[in-house]
C-alpha cells in the first residue's frame, strides 16, 4: 500500500514558469524530507521539515509541512532548465522512524 | 571519500538465476537500506538493517534476502531471479536518529529475462 501519494505525476513547464508539487498522506509523520533524483543517479535530499506548519526556503524552492503532518508542498519559482528531475517526498511514519515512506513521485522537464 | 558504492551497475540474469548485489559505505553509518525503483512506484523498501548484524523486511521482502556481516557492507541477493524482479535497485545509508538524510549509492539496473 503506497502512503503517500505525490500530484501531479509528471509536468513540464517553460523556463521562468512557476510550480507546485503536492505530498499527501493519510498518516501522520515525525519528519518529511524532499530528495531530487537526476537520471542515472541515487536521489539526493534538498530538505527535511519535522514541525507541523514549517516553512523552510532553499533559494527558488520553497517547502512546507502540514500543520497535521499528513501533507507537505515543494513550490519552485521561476523554473530552470537546471530544476529538471524526479522528485520524491519521503516521510518517517511516528510509529516507525527506522525507515522513510517514500512517495511515488514528481517527474519535472523545464525547458529553456 | 566514496560515499555510498554498489556493484555491479548493471546486470542480465535470465529466470531462475541467482546473484548477489553489493553495497559499500565509508560513512561509518549505523542504518543501511535496499530499495528497489520502478516507473509510477516511486522507492519502495526491500529489507533494512539498522546496525551490524541485524536486519529486518520492508514493504517488499518476497524472493530476496539480506546479510549484515560488517557494518560497512550491506549484501542483498536473489536466489531465484524471476521477470518481476527487474527494477533499478538502490542502496541508502544513514546515521540513526529521527529525520537523519539517506545518502543514496548509484543504482543497479538488473533485467531479468
Known amino acids: 500500500t503506497q502512503l503517500l501519494e505525490q500530484s501531479p505525476q509528471f509536468l513540464s513547464i517553460q523556463e521562468g514558469e512557476n510550480l507546485t508539487v503536492y505530498c499527501n498522506s493519510s498518516s501522520v509523520f515525525s519528519s518529511l524530507q524532499w530528495y531530487r533524483q537526476e537520471p542515472g543517479e541515487g536521489p539526493v535530499l534538498l530538505v527535511t521539515v519535522v514541525t507541523g506548519g514549517e516553512v523552510k526556503k532553499l533559494k527558488r524552492l520553497t517547502f512546507q509541512f502540514g500543520d497535521a503532518r499528513k501533507d507537505s508542498s515543494l513550490h519552485i519559482t521561476a523554473a530552470q532548465p537546471g530544476d529538471t528531475g524526479l522528485y520524491l517526498c519521503?516521510?518517517?511514519?511516528?510509529?516507525?522512524?527506522?525507515?522513510?515512506?517514500f512517495g511515488t513521485g514528481t517527474r519535472l522537464q523545464v525547458f529553456p | 571519500n566514496a560515499g555510498v558504492t554498489q556493484t555491479p551497475k548493471f546486470r542480465v540474469l535470465k529466470t531462475g538465476q541467482s546473484m548477489t548485489l553489493l553495497c559499500a559505505q565509508d560513512m561509518n553509518h549505523e542504518y543501511m537500506y535496499w530499495y528497489r525503483q520502478d516507473p509510477g512506484m516511486g522507492l519502495r523498501l526491500i529489507h533494512y538493517s539498522v546496525g551490524e548484524g541485524t536486519t529486518a523486511k520492508g514493504e517488499v521482502p518476497d524472493g530476496y534476502n539480506v546479510s549484515r556481516l560488517k557494518k560497512q557492507n550491506f549484501l542483498l541477493g536473489l536466489e531465484s531471479a524471476a521477470p518481476s524482479q527487474t527494477s533499478v535497485y538502490f542502496c541508502a545509508s544513514s546515521f540513526r536518529g529521527l529525520a537523519a538524510t539517506q545518502y543514496f549509492g548509484p543504482g543497479t539496473r538488473l533485467t531479468v529475462l
Open positions: 519521503a516521510g518517517a511514519e511516528a510509529r516507525d522512524t527506522d525507515k522513510l515512506i
